[in-house]
């Protein structure tokens, strides 16, 4: 007969505490954000009177878990880029040429004179003074080869040396080039994370995406192209003697040497000597300052290494000017006045405080080892997303009241019971998306809008079957018994063929999409949890207390 | 006193006309088919790379003067249009602006939108950019990619899942009846010129998953049925399920179609297009679990005895497994 164990029983009991505890500090939304805020505030930078009047606001033995707002709704910038990760092949096999040089130096009887070519991308290319040592000048280089450090490819050699004529190419091997792009992009993924960091807004989302793209999604920025202005710089910094100012651009430059445009002056072209005497990894600190004109500038500090390269040099080069570059552009070339010990020093250039403030950011951060290319990029106005939200929550209450009053107009009580379970059921709803730390999209809120519609479907499906067997069966008891077991079939079907759809659109979606998904799916299980433990649970008690000799549903 | 969306007892003959359905049905199939292959549909950025920009201020929208505006800037194909929702005052005119790829780059310069928001501003001073969105050919050619195989992968699954459960004759109509209900509103977004883009792709697959849940509960009765009349023929078995389920098919339709027309009107503009697909789809799902999966069904005709599941039809050893 119509029987529920009691541990069952206290276990449906269970999960729906879960639900409601868990769900509940999403009805207090800007009370449990601001209790969160102040704690984590709290734990990095010590307490105030404000903050902790702020952690007050909410209950600390309660869960604080709310579901995080999608940037359609509370608004933000997104934005996908590319690493262009192959920048980092070549200056891995600039850094190759001097080993590759002191390789065949020895050799010079059978090899001839060596000579570098200059720039075929992804290629080092060696002229041979004599082409008959070739095969002594490629064993000799080979063993110049080193394993990939990976774990993919253990056992692959990171170069491949072949011969073309006289012309000895090295080149990076495929493992090598992969294990490279992984390496670059981890990297490229921490600096972002730092400079977004050092702006410190709330919950930024940084993810890998694939093998060369990084989506970074940051709410409450004012528009992606402040974003991009963070992130979009390569910032990579060098310090490098000056052969000559002022020469053309098309200026041939000697081996060894670049022309590189100035930043402020346009035309400007400046010829240097292409290894930096210092670069900005060696640097320690970077500072938003004010030069001794009271123009914005930034102060910065070298560790140990760097400060020795830069006294070296500057003691030995007093009258000679150097310049400091910025992503290939010339910041500022002054004279060195006087040896430099300590390794510090000043950039100082036609800098805005802003963009002096920007740059100390940048540089603190450190370089990105590879620039970025910008698919994807989406600006959320917060009032858009404000209106969005608003626009959400109503709509899910008039649709979910008038679901309820049409459930009570078909089923009587049965549709109270019904309703009463689809009530729990958006809030397990919401609880589990709160501990799983989904984020709620607009697309998301009409997932859980189509749940709400949906979710009784499973209740509908086990009413009319109860009614049906009402006809036949002997007793209410037997009826509803059988009315749950008949229609369980279907229920299971048509459940697993919908969830079968959200997996694929989780899977397969992205953004806003996934969003859907989620709440899409986790909609199907709390639903059909709710209409065959719940609901079951509250036709039991009832039918328990009341005994009837008949019902209508 | 109970709402009854059907008497009690339903006995009508879904069959009388069932070649008229099928033939209204293949008709608007062919319909839509032509009016996506003859124009096509109007894809938004996510799926054709571009710039949208939506605009807000106090004085009413003047297309033709952003129009012109934005001319000087050379910005190729221009879209504008104004946006209407209930929930606007009086002082909230909305508009998008939507702008063609430039060129080969990625995604817009900060530049270009600077160019377009100084030439909007000189129209309407007060003028705001509640949202700005760009997304470079790249991506855009990737997501249409992925939306096609989202869509492929989840008929390929669900007709899997019901051959497994059933038979292939029931697997072959329901997804007949997902094709019908794809189809159709492919078709109507075509045909109206709704903005498609990648939540539409979402309702596609929510409208997948509907409508099977409509076609698997028929079907379940059907199963039942089989083995309850072995004696009928099979229409008659059919029309009995349907009937059954009648009550339960349009119950469900109802609760889901009163939620989505709550969010159509009171949702914002912003996720209209999606809601819209999904009412179409629950309309047209209803339509095809009815009509069309069962009246497919009774032309491929199905295994009669039930009782001995390992007889002939392939994978019916898990339809008795209720999980």
Redesign the interface.
Known sequence: MLQIDTWKRVLIWLVVAFGIVFAAPNLFYDRVERHNDAATAIEREGETEERTAALGAWPSWLPSTIINLGL?LRGGAHL?A?VQVEDVYDARLEALWPEVRDTLRPLRDSVGTIRLQDGTPGELRVTLGNPDGMGQALSAVRELAQPVASVASAGASDIEVSGEGDTLVVRLSEAEQRATDDRTLRQALEIIRRRIDEVGTREPTIQRQGEDRILIQVPGIG???EL?DIIGTTAQLTFQPVVGRGVAESTDPGIGNEVVPALDDEGVFYELERAPVVTGEELVDAQPAFDQNGNPAVNFRFNAQGARAFGEYTAENIGNPFAIVLDNEVISAPVIQSHIPGGSGIITGQFTVEESTQLAVLLRAGALPAGL?????????P??GQ??IE??Q???M???A??LV??F????LFGLFANIALIINVALLFGILSVIGATLT??G??GI??T???A??AN??IF?RI??ELKTARGPARAIERGYE?A???I???????I???I??FA??????RG??LT?GFGIITSVFTAIFVTRLFVTMWFERTRPKTI?V | M????VP?ETSVDFFSRSKLWLGISGLMMVIAFVSFALQGLNFGIDFRGGTTI?T?SAEPVDVAAYRAAMQELELGDIVISEVFDP?FGPDENVAMVRIAPQGDA???T?ET?QAVESALQSVAPDI?????????P??SGE?IQ??I??VL??IG??LI??WL?FEWQFALGAVAALVHDVLLTIGIFSELRIQFD??I??AL??I???S???T??V???VR?NLVKYKKRPLKEVLNISIN??L??TL??S???????I??F????D??RG??FA?IWGVLVGTYSSIFVATALLHRLGVKRDWEKPTDGGAGTQFANV??
């Not at chain 1, 107009?409 to 009587?412: L, P, R, V």
């Not at chain 1, 397969?508 to 999409?513: E, F, I, K, Y």
């Not at chain 2, 009107?265 to 914002?268: A, F, P, T």
């Open positions: 359609d996908l590319e528009s992606a192209a991009k290319t910008f698919l994807e990029e989406r600006t959320i106005g009032e858009l209106d969005s626009a959400g109503i709509a899910t008039v649709a979910f008038l679901v049409f459930m107009a078909c089923y009587g607009l697309p809120i009409a809008v189509l709400v519609g949906m009784v479907d509908v499906l009319e009614r049906e008949k369980l079939s279907a299971v079907d048509a459940n697993i063929t919908t079968i759809t959200a694929i659109l397969m979606g992205s953004g806003p999409v859907f998904a899409l209508t | 109970r709402l009854k969306l009690e939506r807000e929930s990625e995604s817009v900060p939108i705001n950019f509640t949202s700005v969105e760009s997304v470079g790249k991506v997501l992925t939306a195989i989202a992968l989840a699954a669900v899942y019901i459960r990648l939540a792709i979402a697959l929510t997948v998953g509907y099977l849940n409509d698997v509960v079907f379940d009765r039942e059954e389920t009550s339960r119950m469900t109802v609760t889901t179609l009163l939620a989505l709550a969010l009107i009171l949702g914002g912003v996720i999606f809601v999904m209720d999980a």
